[in-house]
């Protein structure tokens, strides 16, 4: 029986030594990033990555706000996490009241393993549940004004989603999540047999799809680490200041009110203030954790905080449960041209995405998915150790899969590879926001589990508005995301999760 081709291209002839697209977007490679990238082929070659002699802009913009930090001094909010959501809230915060003072505190200036920085980046109408959709309508806008703006063009793509669902249930539940998504202005397409699923898309193998989707505007992708920097820009701008390092305790009272944190300082490149590897207290109004998938890890620093003042408190795995997830993303290229139409962001019943990335007559895509479908997808404690790529899970299990559905990907040619963390509500895989039970001020933006990047904009714009009012007033209904609901045991299920 003759090797099929995709098992015979695993087997060493995969050896270019190209750079992960997010390095080629950014033209940088620090020493961090370059040990996360993978070649599918000979490992070795990954030692002839040289180490940059740039560093992110991020950097610079870190080393700026830092230098007004003093010791003792108090800020109104304090936000522990300077990704995407931290620093959206901080902007929204000075947007909505430009007397609050806000401080936010990012132990990864260059976010060199962020998940914010290491996302997909892509954005989509077609959720099952109408607050995900509201949430992302608010972020597509917002993305479009960016990309509008040469000093903060995200390169959105609007590629659109494409959605395929096997029959009966399946089919069924992706037919009703349609009509939710454009009775709130979503503009999907539908294709219904395999008939009109491959007259859609030629290059699709259609057995055992029912139905397909296809967003006609407001869904793609685009560059997140941009997103996350022109945010933090933004927030800057209004006079938001970052400091660089830990937040390793914090200071409590017998009513579990939290008056400061204390944060172990790190050195930027440029900046000499405030000092490496100093002790720092900060005096807080309310503290906001949007730490990501270390929410929890934070979050229990916090609770050991209130327990040493005589509080009695449940662990934080009770509280948040959010935890790292690893995600691998694979680029490759394909000799064979897809563009009638171009391979929008798929998702396949069985997992995986695919999509093509940049004009589709170059002929190169990044997948990844179905991690939870084939292994027993671990929380991880977050390190960089822990982003080590499996090529073998792509040569194994996604390649197959994705020759199965698309046939001319039998001949493809592995680029490069990456992963980051997804910040994984294990209670329901939908946000957490708002205030985190057992605290009187300390509210939380964590557990969007891989849908978080996209709903940045609207989401701290959410987070601000319960930090100043008390109150969701731009999206009031999201008091179903709010943290509370886990001790409560009310989930709330998003079907759509990539």
Sequence with gaps: M???????????????????????RRNVTTPNLARRIVYFGRKEAVSRVSHSKRCYTACTIQDTASATVENDQHYDVCIIGGGVMGSSIAYWLRKLDNQVSVCVIERDATY??????????SIRMQFSLAQNIRL?????????????DPATNVA???GGYAFLA???????????????????????DTFEGESAIKAQFPWLNPSGIA?????????GWFDPYTLTTALKKKAIAEGVVFVNGNVVAFETDANAHIHGVTVATQQTRRSMTPPANKVLQLASGTSVLAAGCWSNQVLQCAIDSARARGVTMADADSILPVYPRKRQVFSFHCPHTLCEPAVPLLVDVSGFYVRRDGPAERGTYIAGGMEGKVNADPNYEGVRADLDVDHDYFTEHLWPRLAERIPVFNELKGLSSWAGFY???????????????????????????????????????AVAEQTL?????????LDVFNADRVIENRPIREQNIV
């Design 166 to 188: 096997s029959p009966g249930d399946g089919h069924d539940i992706l037919k009703k999540n349609v009509a939710l998504q454009r009775s709130l202005g979503a503009k999907i």
């Design 2 to 24: 003759p090797v099929p081709q995709w098992q015979q291209l695993s087997r060493g002839n995969c050896n270019i030594l190209v750079l992960t697209s997010i390095a080629l």
């Design 156 to 158: 959105f793509d609007e």
């Design 112 to 121: 060199t393993i962020a998940s914010s920085a290491l996302s997909v980046g």
């Design 423 to 461: 910040d994984y509500n294990t209670f329901d895989q939908n946000a957490m926001l708002g205030k985190i039970p057992g605290f009187s001020n300390l509210l939380t933006c964590t557990g969007f589990s891989g849908h978080g990047v996209q709903q940045a904009p609207a989401a701290g714009l």
């Design 469 to 477: 009012f008390g109150e969701y007033r731009t999206l009031p209904d």
């Design 136 to 148: 992302s309508k608010f972020g597509v806008n917002f993305i479009k004004e960016l990309a509008n």
């Design 211 to 219: 139905m397909a989707t296809l967003g006609r505007a407001d869904e």
